[in-house]
Protein backbone atom coordinates (compact mmCIF):
# COMPACT_ATOMS: atom_id res chain seq x y z
CA UNK A 1 0.00 0.00 0.00
CA UNK A 2 1.20 3.39 -0.87
CA UNK A 3 1.34 5.53 2.20
CA UNK A 4 2.08 9.81 1.70
CA UNK A 5 3.36 11.73 3.66
CA UNK A 6 2.06 14.76 2.11
CA UNK A 7 -1.64 16.60 3.16
CA UNK A 8 -4.00 16.48 0.26
CA UNK A 9 -3.45 19.73 -0.03
CA UNK A 10 0.23 19.35 -0.25
CA UNK A 11 -0.80 16.92 -2.66
CA UNK A 12 -3.08 19.11 -4.79
CA UNK A 13 -0.21 21.74 -5.66
CA UNK A 14 1.98 19.27 -6.63
CA UNK A 15 -0.18 17.92 -9.01
CA UNK A 16 -1.49 21.04 -10.19
CA UNK A 17 2.67 22.08 -10.38
CA UNK A 18 3.08 18.97 -12.58
CA UNK A 19 -0.09 20.21 -14.80
CA UNK A 20 0.86 23.35 -15.35
CA UNK A 21 4.86 22.26 -16.50
CA UNK A 22 3.40 20.02 -19.07
CA UNK A 23 4.46 16.54 -17.15
CA UNK A 24 2.06 14.01 -18.04
CA UNK A 25 -0.09 12.96 -15.21
CA UNK A 26 0.33 9.00 -15.37
CA UNK A 27 -2.00 6.20 -13.85
CA UNK A 28 0.02 5.44 -10.53
CA UNK A 29 0.51 8.93 -10.03
CA UNK A 30 -1.29 10.92 -7.27
CA UNK A 31 -4.19 12.61 -8.42
CA UNK A 32 -7.66 14.63 -6.86
CA UNK A 33 -10.79 12.11 -7.04
CA UNK A 34 -12.74 14.90 -9.16
CA UNK A 35 -9.75 14.82 -11.97
CA UNK A 36 -10.54 10.99 -12.01
CA UNK A 37 -13.86 11.54 -11.85
CA UNK A 38 -14.10 14.00 -14.57
CA UNK A 39 -11.74 11.83 -17.30
CA UNK A 40 -13.70 8.90 -16.38
CA UNK A 41 -16.22 10.82 -17.53
CA UNK A 42 -15.17 12.51 -20.26
CA UNK A 43 -13.19 9.06 -21.86
CA UNK A 44 -15.84 6.93 -21.33
CA UNK A 45 -18.14 9.43 -22.96
CA UNK A 46 -15.80 9.51 -25.54
CA UNK A 47 -15.49 5.63 -26.08
CA UNK A 48 -18.92 5.29 -25.85
CA UNK A 49 -19.52 7.80 -28.86
CA UNK A 50 -16.87 5.87 -30.99
CA UNK A 51 -18.54 2.70 -30.22
CA UNK A 52 -22.72 3.95 -31.29
CA UNK A 53 -20.94 5.92 -34.07
CA UNK A 54 -20.40 2.96 -35.91
CA UNK A 55 -24.73 2.11 -36.36
CA UNK A 56 -25.38 5.37 -38.72
CA UNK A 57 -23.01 4.48 -40.68
CA UNK A 58 -23.20 0.66 -40.19
CA UNK A 59 -26.70 1.21 -41.53
CA UNK A 60 -25.49 1.71 -45.48
CA UNK A 61 -22.75 -1.40 -45.62
CA UNK A 62 -24.99 -3.18 -46.99
CA UNK A 63 -26.41 -0.49 -49.35
CA UNK A 64 -22.89 0.86 -50.57
CA UNK A 65 -23.08 1.60 -54.53
CA UNK A 66 -20.01 -0.07 -55.28
CA UNK A 67 -18.00 -2.53 -53.73
CA UNK A 68 -15.26 0.01 -53.52
CA UNK A 69 -17.21 2.41 -51.47
CA UNK A 70 -18.31 -0.91 -49.13
CA UNK A 71 -14.63 -1.62 -48.59
CA UNK A 72 -13.80 1.92 -47.43
CA UNK A 73 -16.93 2.13 -45.11
CA UNK A 74 -16.19 -0.80 -43.73
CA UNK A 75 -12.80 -0.29 -42.89
CA UNK A 76 -13.90 3.36 -41.66
CA UNK A 77 -16.90 1.47 -39.56
CA UNK A 78 -14.11 -0.65 -38.20
CA UNK A 79 -11.61 2.02 -37.49
CA UNK A 80 -14.37 3.44 -34.99
CA UNK A 81 -14.79 0.16 -33.61
CA UNK A 82 -10.58 0.17 -32.25
CA UNK A 83 -11.39 4.29 -31.67
CA UNK A 84 -13.51 2.80 -29.02
CA UNK A 85 -10.76 0.30 -27.76
CA UNK A 86 -8.04 2.70 -27.51
CA UNK A 87 -10.41 5.06 -25.07
CA UNK A 88 -11.80 2.36 -23.06
CA UNK A 89 -8.14 1.11 -22.46
CA UNK A 90 -7.44 4.64 -21.08
CA UNK A 91 -10.58 4.51 -18.82
CA UNK A 92 -9.47 1.42 -17.51
CA UNK A 93 -6.29 2.74 -16.25
CA UNK A 94 -8.30 4.74 -13.86
CA UNK A 95 -9.59 1.88 -12.07
CA UNK A 96 -13.17 1.79 -13.60
CA UNK A 97 -13.90 -1.51 -15.65
CA UNK A 98 -15.35 -2.18 -19.01
CA UNK A 99 -18.23 -3.90 -17.74
CA UNK A 100 -19.11 -1.06 -14.98
CA UNK A 101 -18.55 1.72 -18.38
CA UNK A 102 -21.21 -0.86 -20.11
CA UNK A 103 -23.45 -1.08 -17.57
CA UNK A 104 -23.61 2.98 -17.37
CA UNK A 105 -23.91 3.10 -20.64
CA UNK A 106 -27.43 0.86 -20.70
CA UNK A 107 -28.73 2.45 -17.37
CA UNK A 108 -28.21 5.69 -18.91
CA UNK A 109 -25.48 6.92 -16.67
CA UNK A 110 -23.25 7.52 -19.26
CA UNK A 111 -23.63 9.83 -22.24
CA UNK A 112 -22.31 9.65 -26.08
CA UNK A 113 -22.07 12.20 -28.77
CA UNK A 114 -25.84 12.93 -29.21
CA UNK A 115 -24.84 13.58 -33.15
CA UNK A 116 -25.50 9.83 -33.29
CA UNK A 117 -28.76 10.71 -32.23
CA UNK A 118 -29.72 11.75 -35.75
CA UNK A 119 -30.99 8.64 -38.49
CA UNK A 120 -29.14 8.36 -41.82
CA UNK A 121 -31.63 8.94 -44.51
CA UNK A 122 -29.61 8.28 -47.52
CA UNK A 123 -26.06 7.54 -48.80
CA UNK A 124 -25.07 11.19 -49.44
CA UNK A 125 -25.54 11.46 -45.42
CA UNK A 126 -22.47 8.48 -45.05
CA UNK A 127 -20.62 11.02 -46.96
CA UNK A 128 -21.60 14.17 -45.02
CA UNK A 129 -21.07 12.31 -42.00
CA UNK A 130 -17.17 11.35 -42.70
CA UNK A 131 -16.80 15.05 -44.07
CA UNK A 132 -18.48 17.38 -41.30
CA UNK A 133 -19.08 15.04 -38.08
CA UNK A 134 -15.28 13.62 -39.18
CA UNK A 135 -14.01 16.59 -38.75
CA UNK A 136 -15.50 18.28 -36.21
CA UNK A 137 -14.01 14.94 -34.09
CA UNK A 138 -10.89 15.62 -35.78
CA UNK A 139 -10.58 19.25 -34.41
CA UNK A 140 -11.79 18.81 -30.95
CA UNK A 141 -9.20 15.46 -31.02
CA UNK A 142 -6.34 17.54 -32.20
CA UNK A 143 -6.51 19.75 -29.17
CA UNK A 144 -6.89 16.56 -26.84
CA UNK A 145 -3.79 15.19 -27.94
CA UNK A 146 -2.45 17.81 -25.32
CA UNK A 147 -4.47 16.62 -22.48
CA UNK A 148 -2.70 16.53 -19.40
CA UNK A 149 -3.40 12.58 -18.90
CA UNK A 150 -0.40 10.35 -20.28
CA UNK A 151 -2.72 7.64 -21.41
CA UNK A 152 -5.73 9.48 -23.13
CA UNK A 153 -3.57 11.76 -25.21
CA UNK A 154 -1.98 8.73 -26.15
CA UNK A 155 -4.79 7.20 -27.15
CA UNK A 156 -6.19 10.67 -29.49
CA UNK A 157 -2.06 10.76 -30.68
CA UNK A 158 -3.28 7.18 -32.35
CA UNK A 159 -6.85 8.37 -33.46
CA UNK A 160 -5.81 11.67 -35.06
CA UNK A 161 -3.85 9.27 -37.34
CA UNK A 162 -6.07 7.40 -38.52
CA UNK A 163 -9.14 9.48 -38.80
CA UNK A 164 -7.85 11.81 -41.24
CA UNK A 165 -8.79 8.95 -44.29
CA UNK A 166 -12.43 9.32 -42.65
CA UNK A 167 -12.79 12.69 -43.39
CA UNK A 168 -11.09 12.31 -46.78
CA UNK A 169 -13.50 9.63 -47.97
CA UNK A 170 -16.43 11.17 -47.10
CA UNK A 171 -15.40 14.45 -49.06
CA UNK A 172 -14.06 12.58 -51.79
CA UNK A 173 -17.58 10.26 -51.74
CA UNK A 174 -19.66 13.64 -52.08
CA UNK A 175 -17.51 15.53 -54.92
CA UNK A 176 -19.46 12.84 -57.52
CA UNK A 177 -22.96 13.19 -55.88
CA UNK A 178 -22.38 17.25 -55.41
CA UNK A 179 -21.65 17.18 -59.31
CA UNK A 180 -23.69 14.55 -60.13
CA UNK A 181 -27.32 15.02 -61.51
CA UNK A 182 -30.10 17.12 -60.03
CA UNK A 183 -31.37 14.25 -57.73
CA UNK A 184 -27.74 13.93 -56.50
CA UNK A 185 -27.27 17.46 -55.99
CA UNK A 186 -30.86 17.68 -53.93
CA UNK A 187 -29.61 14.15 -51.95
CA UNK A 188 -26.25 15.63 -51.20
CA UNK A 189 -27.93 19.64 -49.96
CA UNK A 190 -30.48 17.35 -48.33
CA UNK A 191 -27.95 15.73 -45.80
CA UNK A 192 -26.09 18.99 -45.58
CA UNK A 193 -29.25 20.49 -44.22
CA UNK A 194 -29.51 18.29 -42.00
CA UNK A 195 -26.03 17.17 -40.22
CA UNK A 196 -24.96 20.98 -40.48
CA UNK A 197 -26.64 22.46 -36.90
CA UNK A 198 -26.65 18.60 -35.36
CA UNK A 199 -22.36 18.72 -36.21
CA UNK A 200 -21.78 22.56 -34.64
CA UNK A 201 -23.96 20.99 -31.43
CA UNK A 202 -20.69 18.47 -31.17
CA UNK A 203 -18.62 21.01 -29.45
CA UNK A 204 -20.87 21.55 -26.43
CA UNK A 205 -22.94 24.13 -25.12
CA UNK A 206 -21.23 27.89 -24.57
CA UNK A 207 -18.25 28.35 -22.71
CA UNK A 208 -20.27 30.68 -20.54
CA UNK A 209 -22.93 27.68 -19.81
CA UNK A 210 -20.88 24.67 -19.87
CA UNK A 211 -20.64 23.01 -16.26
CA UNK A 212 -17.11 21.04 -16.95
CA UNK A 213 -15.52 23.54 -18.23
CA UNK A 214 -13.34 25.69 -15.69
CA UNK A 215 -11.88 23.01 -14.01
CA UNK A 216 -11.13 21.22 -17.21
CA UNK A 217 -9.37 23.77 -18.44
CA UNK A 218 -7.34 24.54 -15.26
CA UNK A 219 -6.51 20.48 -14.75
CA UNK A 220 -5.80 20.66 -19.02
CA UNK A 221 -7.95 17.78 -19.51
CA UNK A 222 -9.59 20.16 -22.17
CA UNK A 223 -7.12 22.26 -23.63
CA UNK A 224 -9.47 24.69 -25.80
CA UNK A 225 -12.91 25.83 -25.57
CA UNK A 226 -16.16 24.59 -27.18
CA UNK A 227 -16.72 27.72 -28.48
CA UNK A 228 -13.18 28.16 -29.83
CA UNK A 229 -13.30 24.95 -31.29
CA UNK A 230 -16.68 25.29 -32.62
CA UNK A 231 -14.96 28.25 -34.72
CA UNK A 232 -12.14 26.72 -36.08
CA UNK A 233 -14.43 23.86 -37.41
CA UNK A 234 -16.69 26.94 -39.39
CA UNK A 235 -14.13 28.67 -40.22
CA UNK A 236 -12.28 25.46 -42.27
CA UNK A 237 -15.32 24.06 -43.46
CA UNK A 238 -16.91 27.20 -44.90
CA UNK A 239 -14.04 27.24 -48.06
CA UNK A 240 -15.09 23.00 -48.63
CA UNK A 241 -18.35 23.42 -48.68
CA UNK A 242 -18.21 26.50 -51.27
CA UNK A 243 -16.05 23.85 -53.18
CA UNK A 244 -18.67 21.80 -53.38
CA UNK A 245 -20.93 23.86 -54.16
CA UNK A 246 -23.86 22.98 -51.45
CA UNK A 247 -25.16 25.61 -49.00
CA UNK A 248 -24.47 25.84 -45.80
CA UNK A 249 -28.12 26.30 -43.93
CA UNK A 250 -27.63 29.46 -42.07
CA UNK A 251 -28.50 32.50 -43.22
CA UNK A 252 -26.31 34.54 -40.34
CA UNK A 253 -22.99 33.22 -41.74
CA UNK A 254 -20.49 35.19 -43.23
CA UNK A 255 -16.86 36.22 -43.46
CA UNK A 256 -16.18 38.90 -40.23
CA UNK A 257 -13.47 41.02 -41.57
CA UNK A 258 -12.35 42.53 -38.29
CA UNK A 259 -12.62 39.45 -36.37
CA UNK A 260 -10.75 37.59 -39.44
CA UNK A 261 -13.42 35.15 -38.64
CA UNK A 262 -17.24 33.50 -40.25
CA UNK A 263 -20.15 35.00 -38.48
CA UNK A 264 -22.71 32.34 -37.76
CA UNK A 265 -26.29 32.03 -36.29
CA UNK A 266 -27.32 30.59 -32.83
CA UNK A 267 -27.52 27.08 -32.20
CA UNK A 268 -30.98 25.61 -31.29
CA UNK A 269 -30.16 24.75 -27.75
CA UNK A 270 -33.44 23.03 -27.06
CA UNK A 271 -32.88 20.78 -29.50
CA UNK A 272 -29.41 20.10 -28.13
CA UNK A 273 -30.77 19.55 -24.64
CA UNK A 274 -33.73 17.21 -25.77
CA UNK A 275 -31.18 15.23 -27.61
CA UNK A 276 -28.70 15.14 -24.45
CA UNK A 277 -31.20 14.04 -22.26
CA UNK A 278 -33.09 11.47 -24.33
CA UNK A 279 -35.09 12.34 -26.82
CA UNK A 280 -33.56 12.30 -30.24
CA UNK A 281 -34.73 10.79 -33.09
CA UNK A 282 -32.72 7.40 -32.34
CA UNK A 283 -31.65 7.53 -28.96
CA UNK A 284 -34.01 4.64 -27.62
CA UNK A 285 -33.08 2.69 -31.00
CA UNK A 286 -29.13 3.31 -30.87
CA UNK A 287 -29.38 1.73 -27.12
CA UNK A 288 -31.37 -0.68 -27.82
CA UNK A 289 -29.51 -2.47 -30.78
CA UNK A 290 -26.33 -1.78 -28.57
CA UNK A 291 -27.96 -3.79 -25.57
CA UNK A 292 -28.94 -6.19 -28.03
CA UNK A 293 -25.30 -7.05 -29.80
CA UNK A 294 -23.67 -7.62 -26.38
CA UNK A 295 -26.43 -10.42 -24.71
CA UNK A 296 -26.00 -11.87 -28.83
CA UNK A 297 -22.42 -12.10 -28.06
CA UNK A 298 -22.89 -13.68 -24.87
CA UNK A 299 -22.70 -17.30 -26.36
CA UNK A 300 -19.21 -16.08 -28.06
CA UNK A 301 -18.19 -15.12 -24.96
CA UNK A 302 -19.16 -18.39 -23.34
CA UNK A 303 -17.28 -20.60 -25.73
CA UNK A 304 -14.61 -18.58 -25.36
CA UNK A 305 -14.53 -19.13 -21.64
CA UNK A 306 -15.01 -23.09 -21.85
CA UNK A 307 -12.62 -23.56 -24.16
CA UNK A 308 -9.94 -21.73 -21.89
CA UNK A 309 -11.01 -23.98 -19.37
CA UNK A 310 -10.60 -26.93 -20.91
CA UNK A 311 -7.53 -26.26 -22.16
CA UNK A 312 -6.21 -25.63 -18.75
CA UNK A 313 -7.71 -28.59 -17.19
CA UNK A 314 -5.54 -31.08 -20.00
CA UNK B 1 -17.42 -11.96 -16.76
CA UNK B 2 -13.79 -10.53 -17.12
CA UNK B 3 -11.22 -11.34 -19.44
CA UNK B 4 -7.80 -10.76 -18.62
CA UNK B 5 -5.86 -7.78 -19.59
CA UNK B 6 -2.83 -7.71 -21.84
CA UNK B 7 -0.25 -5.15 -22.39
CA UNK B 8 0.61 -5.01 -26.26
CA UNK B 9 4.25 -4.30 -27.69
CA UNK B 10 4.74 -3.32 -31.46
CA UNK B 11 8.18 -3.67 -33.50
CA UNK B 12 7.68 -1.18 -36.35
CA UNK B 13 10.33 -2.60 -38.85
CA UNK B 14 12.98 -5.10 -37.90
CA UNK B 15 16.02 -3.86 -36.39
CA UNK B 16 13.54 -1.89 -34.10
CA UNK B 17 12.83 -2.13 -30.44
CA UNK B 18 9.19 -3.59 -29.81
CA UNK B 19 7.27 -0.26 -27.80
CA UNK B 20 4.28 -0.37 -26.17
CA UNK B 21 1.00 0.50 -27.76
CA UNK B 22 -1.51 -0.22 -25.87
CA UNK B 23 -3.41 -3.15 -24.02
CA UNK B 24 -6.70 -5.24 -24.13
CA UNK B 25 -8.80 -7.97 -23.08
CA UNK B 26 -8.25 -11.70 -24.68
CA UNK B 27 -9.30 -15.06 -23.25
CA UNK B 28 -5.51 -16.03 -23.98
CA UNK B 29 -1.88 -15.11 -25.19
CA UNK B 30 -2.74 -16.45 -28.94
CA UNK B 31 -6.48 -14.70 -28.83
CA UNK B 32 -4.67 -11.65 -27.49
CA UNK B 33 -2.20 -11.80 -30.44
CA UNK B 34 -5.61 -11.93 -32.38
CA UNK B 35 -7.06 -9.09 -31.42
CA UNK B 36 -3.71 -7.02 -31.05
CA UNK B 37 -3.11 -7.41 -35.02
CA UNK B 38 -6.34 -6.54 -35.92
CA UNK B 39 -6.64 -3.73 -33.16
CA UNK B 40 -3.39 -1.86 -33.55
CA UNK B 41 -1.73 -2.67 -36.96
CA UNK B 42 -4.68 -2.00 -39.31
CA UNK B 43 -1.98 -0.36 -41.58
CA UNK B 44 1.36 -1.70 -41.29
CA UNK B 45 2.12 -0.38 -38.24
CA UNK B 46 3.87 -3.98 -37.00
CA UNK B 47 6.02 -6.53 -38.54
CA UNK B 48 6.03 -8.20 -35.09
CA UNK B 49 3.82 -8.18 -31.71
CA UNK B 50 4.51 -9.48 -27.81
CA UNK B 51 2.10 -9.63 -25.77
CA UNK B 52 2.10 -10.48 -21.71
CA UNK B 53 -0.49 -10.65 -19.49
CA UNK B 54 -0.74 -7.19 -17.36
CA UNK B 55 -0.59 -8.82 -13.81
CA UNK B 56 3.01 -10.59 -15.13
CA UNK B 57 4.83 -7.50 -15.40
CA UNK B 58 7.10 -6.24 -12.60
CA UNK B 59 7.06 -2.81 -12.12
CA UNK B 60 8.97 0.10 -10.15
CA UNK B 61 6.97 2.17 -8.14
CA UNK B 62 6.36 5.42 -9.35
CA UNK B 63 6.20 7.26 -5.59
CA UNK B 64 9.99 5.25 -4.91
CA UNK B 65 11.42 6.64 -7.82
CA UNK B 66 13.67 8.88 -5.94
CA UNK B 67 15.05 6.70 -3.37
CA UNK B 68 14.79 3.82 -5.88
CA UNK B 69 17.11 5.75 -8.97
CA UNK B 70 19.25 7.35 -6.04
CA UNK B 71 22.09 5.44 -5.92
CA UNK B 72 23.08 6.65 -10.04
CA UNK B 73 22.19 10.45 -9.08
CA UNK B 74 25.55 11.00 -7.43
CA UNK B 75 28.16 9.34 -9.94
CA UNK B 76 28.35 12.21 -12.68
CA UNK B 77 31.31 10.35 -13.25
CA UNK B 78 29.28 7.78 -14.77
CA UNK B 79 28.61 10.57 -18.10
CA UNK B 80 31.50 11.63 -20.74
CA UNK B 81 30.87 15.42 -19.98
CA UNK B 82 32.90 14.68 -16.24
CA UNK B 83 36.08 14.51 -17.75
CA UNK B 84 37.51 17.96 -19.44
CA UNK B 85 40.32 17.14 -21.95
CA UNK B 86 41.71 20.08 -24.18
CA UNK B 87 40.81 21.29 -27.01
CA UNK B 88 43.73 20.07 -29.14
CA UNK B 89 43.10 16.58 -28.50
CA UNK B 90 40.44 15.42 -31.45
CA UNK B 91 38.04 11.91 -31.70
CA UNK B 92 37.36 11.18 -28.22
FE1 LIG C 1 -13.17 7.77 -34.38
FE1 LIG D 1 -13.76 8.68 -37.48
Redesign the interface.
Known sequence: M?E?RLSDGELEAAFQQRVDEERKI?P???MPEAYRKNLIRQISQHAHSEVIGMQPEGNWITRAPTLKRKMILL?KV??EA?HG??LY?AA?TLGV???EMIQALHEGRAKYASIFNYPTLTWADVGVIGWLVDSAAIVNQISLQRTSYGPYS??MI?ICK?ESFHQRQGFEMLMPLASGSPEQKAMAQDAMDRWWWPTLMMFGPHDSDSMHSAKSMQWKIKRRSNDELRQDFVDQTVPQAEYLDLAIPDPDLKWNEERGHYDFGEIDWDEFWAVVSGDGLCNRERLDRHGEAHREGEWV?EA??A??EK?QST | MKLPLYEVFVRSKRGLDHRHVGSLHAEDGGQALKLARDCYTRRGEGVSIWVVRSGDIVASQEEDAASFFDPSDDKPYRHATFYRLPPEVKNL
Open positions: TYEKDWAQDGLYGETRERARERMRYER
